[in-house]
């Protein structure tokens, strides 16, 4: 079935500078990759997703990079700070299923 | 737009007992999917509902069984809980329909349900 890596689990930065989290994916047959940030005792929440058919996407701050051939997407913040500190999950959909396979997740620390 | 809500909140069981978890999807979403949420194990999926019919199934032992109602509103049970049971559990809407339609995709999650079992 699925599996979803993600590294690294645990990031520490300095505000402002930036941050990447890179997850592996299994399934060639995955098409849809969306990010999800935890804040401690809240729910997750999207904060980026990208379809198989692009290469890049960015909003703001943030940014998600796919390459399919190698099966590794990656979530890129800039310019970090403070309220980015949290949990971010990478997560894999297969074509035609509307089932999430996570990776285990990236506790995220923005020093100030 | 209300959100998508999740009732209980919290709840304390006892091994062997058995628990029903509710999920009220955001209107108009038809899709509705359940995942337990561990510090061992991260987030995994139990199951997905759409038009109140399971359409795919994580891998959880047959004590964990869900259905969805005309309203599209769904239920999570837990039979004969175990320790390894205590967990957050969440639940998501999405619309689904016309699944290649941007946003279709996209799961919003309720706050949770937390199970502890003694």
């Known amino acids: 079935g699925e599996n979803v890596e993600q590294h690294p689990s645990t990031l520490s930065v300095q505000e402002g500078d930036s941050a990447v989290i890179k997850c592996t994916y299994s399934?060639?047959?995955?098409?849809?990759f969306p990010w999800y940030k935890q804040e401690l005792g809240k729910r997750p929440q999207l904060i980026i997703d990208?379809?198989?058919?692009?290469g890049e996407k960015k909003d703001q701050r943030i940014a998600v990079t796919l390459n399919k051939t190698a099966k590794h997407f990656s979530l890129h913040i800039t310019e970090t700070q403070p309220e980015d500190s949290a949990v971010y999950f990478c997560?894999?959909?297969?074509?035609?299923?509307?089932?999430?396979?996570f990776g285990q997740g990236t506790r995220l620390t923005i020093n100030p | 737009k209300a959100g998508v809500t999740q009732t209980p909140r919290y709840l304390i069981k006892t091994r062997g007992q058995q628990v029903t978890l509710s999920c009220s999807p955001i209107?108009?979403?038809?899709?509705v999917s359940w995942y337990q949420q561990t510090p061992g194990q991260g987030l995994q999926f139990l199951f997905e509902?759409?038009?109140?019919?399971?359409?795919n199934k994580g891998n959880f032992p047959g004590r964990f069984s869900g259905r969805q109602f005309s309203n599209s509103r769904s239920e999570m049970n837990v039979s004969t809980l175990e320790l390894g049971d205590s967990a957050l559990y969440l639940c998501?809407?999405?619309?689904?329909?016309?699944?290649?339609?941007?946003?279709?995709?996209?799961?919003?999650f309720g706050a949770g349900s937390r199970l502890t079992v003694l």
């Open positions: 997560a894999a959909r297969i074509q035609g299923a509307q089932k999430l396979v």
């Open positions: 399934d060639s047959a995955s098409n849809y």
């Open positions: 990208i379809r198989s058919n692009v």
């Open positions: 509902y759409f038009s109140e019919t399971q359409r």
């Open positions: 998501a809407s999405s619309p689904w329909e016309g699944q290649y339609l941007a946003g279709a995709n996209v799961l919003t």
């Open positions: 209107s108009g979403h038809r899709s």
